[in-house]
Structure formats: structure tokens, C-alpha cells
């Protein structure tokens, strides 16, 4: 079971350092975990995991494709590989060799890619991932993820120990706003429920998770009671919460840090469009380019706003 | 004359076999396939550490054949050792078939790693020889096949490069140089210039062999092998569609079509040949 905080503020840890010290202590007791990078091991906060297990850790260099090949390989030979690079890097440029290598070839592999949408910030436009989640979507059998804080982190590479498959992590490296208190256990493919609420859904997903929390608070003073979802899981998608929360809200919005062309909101409409049709408003990334600058400037741009949720809100709400 | 008769007769099977499925289906990647029957004898007949009723035992050695498509030839071998019936050979790319056109190691029983998008299978194979080594298997090898065509590929480099830095002598891989690609000659369509020097700058301890003689394959692998210090590459000196006629005599013979009439002769020359084999 996992509890919400009552109070947002940020971590006091980087999600990359929980990221590794989990990864740490599963491979101080499973030989068969094991980590690859290409040539960003300072970016990813990995170095303590190289030094203490240099025999199980692997800098490919600047080489993404090589890298994913070399995971599949290694898993089909009994390890537990995880592979980070950059969001884009990691599934863009390697889209073939994750289908492929990893998926159509069932092997058990984990994939991370760092830095999601804008909090790719001064790295600019080519870094910034609005698509990584759209283009693994359309791959059979692989899992899509965006763990939310450290806690949600620690559950997802701890469960990821002993599941087999192709897994996808979106991995905030920074700070997070903490939502979960520690302790907190998940299920894979099941939404966790935030909020509670009667007048509309609003389905988020990482950073944007908090900006959900603030809008339905702005929303309560308004006197319109909005549930708030972390769809943490973008596939398989909990179809079955999601009926549920439509039903008895009316009306969705969804919420996230990508391109909502084949991003959650995609996912969302599609899947309630076979179950439980209702109005559905998307804030996120309108199927645009990245672009540098500070992430806070960035989040105004790419109006990923609580401002931007709860205009979405009244408007879902209008259209019921 | 070859020393390794008993290989030589496996060589001749396999071909006879190969031939046999493609004229089954009428059409496929004959030319790619035949090129690589010596290769597949003498590591399926001699030199794979293999147990065909064991075919998952973790200890064994693995065969990444990058260039998927000569997949038809693999399942040969695969069969004459007994890890799935001979008749099995016959169903080659029919609907719910065990022996799709590019090897999937999730379909064919033997069948080590996925293959068929030209590029990923160093990759693989490297990962797989790494994580024998993680493991601490130091008697497991990998064994690796490029196309060249398939050395196209910019992946194929990012690999070359990184296992002779991690110094992976227990990958051995093999380059089919066959001259030919699916447009035609490969020095027509992108010339790759000189394989050996291209390999040996990478890091890779380098040998080219006549890839039709399972002598020179043998004694390339004995010499790869006594080494520890780098990858092994083997270029074999090929020739596309060899022992098959229609092949040898179609260019470019990547992929054909023919009837059962039109390779009637050249299995029967092909069998000819492994009776001669038999009898030497």
C-alpha cells in the first residue's frame, strides 16, 4: 500500500542517487544484476555503482545502439541489465535495436532514459524527450514507466529485480517533489490513487503529478472536487481505474511532461474511447520541438502549469 | 584433400539439406546460406561446445548468426544433430512454423539469439560473451557471423570497436565475404575496401581463410583460441550459392526464385557430392 504526503515539497535526494544505491544493494545480494552507460556515468550518478562493482558495470562510450544490443545479449545470457543514456538517445536512436534486440526477442532488459521533457532544460531541444514514451508505445511487450519520486523509484528498480521483460524507465535524475511517503508500495500497471474527487479526473504522470495535486487544491477553493490519478504506468495502462474514475467523475484530464501525441493523453483517450467515453482535455506537450532554457521558463511555455490544469479541468467539466 | 572427412560429409548434408527446404518453398536466401555450410560443419560438427538434448544448458557455446537470413542453413544443421526432427525442415516459413526465414532463438529450438535486422547481432553476441565472463563461464565462447554485406551496417564498427576494448577473446566471429549483396556486388554497392586491415586496425586478432575448406576454419578457430588478449576475426573467403549450381550460375543470387524442375539438378549434383564425400 503507499500513502500520499500530506504536504508537497521537494526531496532532499536526487532521484539518480536513489536510482544507484537501490541498484547497489540489489547487486550486493543478485550477481546478475548488472549496469551499462554510454559514456554518462557522471550525468547519471552511477560512479558508486562502477566503483564498487566494476566487473558488472559497463561504459559502452558514446555508442546507444551498441549499448541495447549488448543489454539483450547479457540478459539472453542470465544477467539483469540496466541501460541508461539520455531519454532520446536511449529510445529514439535505438528504436530498431529495442524492438528488435530486446522486444521481438523477448529479453530482459531494463532501459532508462534521463532528463523527461523540459527538465532536459539547458541541454535544449535535442535532448528534451517529448517522444520517448511514443515511440516505445507501439512495441509489443514492452513496459512503459515514469517513476514520481524516490520512493516510487526505489519500489520500480527493486520490482524490476525479479520481472522479466522489456521495461522502460523515464527517469527524472534531479529532484523531485516528494508525493509518497517512504515505505510505499506500488503495483505495476495499477494506478495510484492521489486524490479523491467527484467532478472531474485529472490522470498525471511525473513532474506534472504535484502540478495535478496543486490545481485540484485550486480547484476545491472553486468549490469543483477533482481526483487526482499518477498513471505512473503509461503501458500497460489501468483501463479499469480509469473506467472507474470516468464513470464517476464524468470527465478526465490528463497531464504530463510529452508530446500528447502518443503520449499519456493519447493513451488515456484511446483506452476510454473503448470503455467509457467521456470528455477528455490533454495539457502537455502540443506536438512541438523542445527548446532551451531554464526548466522553470520552460514549464510557462509548455504551459505545464496547475494555471494550465485547471483551465483544462472547467473545460472537461463544460463538456460533459 | 581435407583432413576432417567426417566434416566435410556434414558440410555436404547440410548443403543437401539447405537445398532441400528452399526447393520445398521455391525461393529464398540460397545464395547467403550455402556460403556459410562449411562454417556451420565445423561448429555444429566439431568445434560448439553443445548438448542437443540440453540445448538451454547455460555452460554451452553460443551461436549469434548476425546474418539471419541464412537461417534456413542453421536449421540444417540444427536438425542432422537432433535438436528437432529432419521433417521439421519441410515446414520453412509456413504460417505457425518453427523455422521462420531469420532465426528466432523464441521459435527454434537450438537457435541462440533473434537475428534478421542486419547490424544488432555483434551486439548481442557481445553481451552474450560478456555475461558468460560476468558469470564466470570461462569455457563458454560465442561464436558470431556477419554478412559482409551487413558490415554496412555503422553498428557492426560501434561493436568492432568495443570488443576489442573489453578484449573479449571469447567472441569469435566470422565475416561470410561472399562479394555479393542483395543489389549485387558489394564492392559496386558500398566498398568496404580490405576486411582484414579494417578488422586488425579495430583491435581483433585477424585471420582470412578459405571459407569453403573446414581445415582452414578449424585451425583459424585453434589460432584464435591460443590467444587471450583480443576478439577473433575470421573472414572466410566465400563464394555465394557455392555447391548449389542454379545459385553459383545467378548473380546477383541473394534471394531467388525457382521451380522444383530448375533445382532438381543442382541438389542432385549437390548429393552427388556428399556420396563422394561418404565414400572418401
Known sequence: ?320 | MEKNKALRVFAEEIRVETMKELAHLGFGHIGGCMSVVELLSVLYGKEMRIDPKNPKWAERDKLVMSKGHAGPAVYAALALKGYFPKEQLLTLNQAGTHLPSHCDRNLTVGVDMTTGSLGQGISTAIGLAMGDRMMGRNDSYTYLVLGDGECDEGQVWEGAAFAAHQMLDHLIAFVDWNKQQLDGACEDVLDLGDMVQKFRSFGWYTQKVDGHSVDAILEAIEKGKAQHEKPVMIILDTVKGKGCELAENTFPCHHIKFTAEQIAPSIEKAEAVLAAARKA
Open chain 1, 1 to 320: 500500500m503507499y500513502t500520499v504526503k500530506d504536504k508537497l515539497e521537494k526531496e532532499s535526494k536526487e532521484m539518480r542517487a536513489v536510482y544507484c544505491q537501490t541498484l547497489q544493494e540489489l547487486a550486493r545480494e543478485d550477481d546478475r544484476i548488472c549496469v551499462l552507460d554510454a559514456d554518462l556515468v557522471g550525468s547519471s550518478g552511477m560512479k558508486p555503482f562502477f566503483n564498487e562493482f566494476p566487473d558488472r558495470a559497463v561504459d559502452c562510450g558514446i555508442q546507444e545502439n551498441d549499448m541495447i544490443g549488448i543489454a539483450a545479449g547479457l540478459s539472453a545470457a542470465g544477467m539483469v541489465p540496466f541501460a541508461h543514456s539520455f531519454a532520446p538517445f536511449a529510445t529514439r536512436r535505438c528504436a530498431d535495436q529495442i524492438f528488435i534486440s530486446c522486444a521481438y526477442n523477448k529479453a530482459n532488459v531494463r532501459i532508462v532514459g534521463s532528463d523527461p521533457g523540459v527538465t532536459a532544460a539547458y541541454n535544449g531541444g535535442t535532448h528534451m524527450p517529448f517522444e520517448d514514451m511514443g515511440v516505445l508505445m507501439s512495441f509489443p511487450g514492452v513496459t512503459l514507466v515514469e517513476p514520481t519520486d524516490t520512493v516510487q523509484l526505489r519500489w520500480l528498480v527493486k520490482t524490476l529485480q525479479n520481472e522479466y521483460g522489456v521495461y522502460y524507465i523515464r527517469l527524472l535524475r534531479k529532484n523531485a517533489v516528494g508525493i509518497f511517503e517512504e515505505g510505499s508500495d506500488f503495483e505495476l500497471g495499477k494506478i495510484a490513487r492521489i486524490r479523491e474527487g467527484a467532478d472531474v479526473a485529472i490522470v498525471a504522470s511525473g513532474i506534472l503529478v504535484a502540478e495535478a495535486v496543486k490545481a485540484a487544491e485550486a480547484l476545491a477553493q472553486e468549490g469543483i472536487s477533482a481526483a487526482v490519478l499518477n498513471a505512473f504506468t503509461w503501458k500497460p495502462l489501468d483501463g479499469e481505474t480509469l473506467a472507474e474514475y470516468a464513470a464517476k467523475c464524468g470527465c478526465v484530464v490528463t497531464a504530463e511532461n510529452h508530446n500528447i501525441v502518443g503520449g499519456l493523453g493519447s493513451a488515456v483517450a484511446s483506452c476510454l474511447s473503448r470503455t467509457c467515453p467521456v470528455p477528455v482535455e490533454m495539457v502537455g506537450i502540443e506536438d512541438v520541438f523542445g527548446q532551451v532554457g531554464p526548466e522553470s521558463e520552460l514549464r510557462k511555455i509548455f504551459d505545464l502549469t496547475p494555471e494550465h490544469i485547471v483551465r483544462a479541468a472547467k473545460a472537461a467539466i463544460a463538456r460533459k
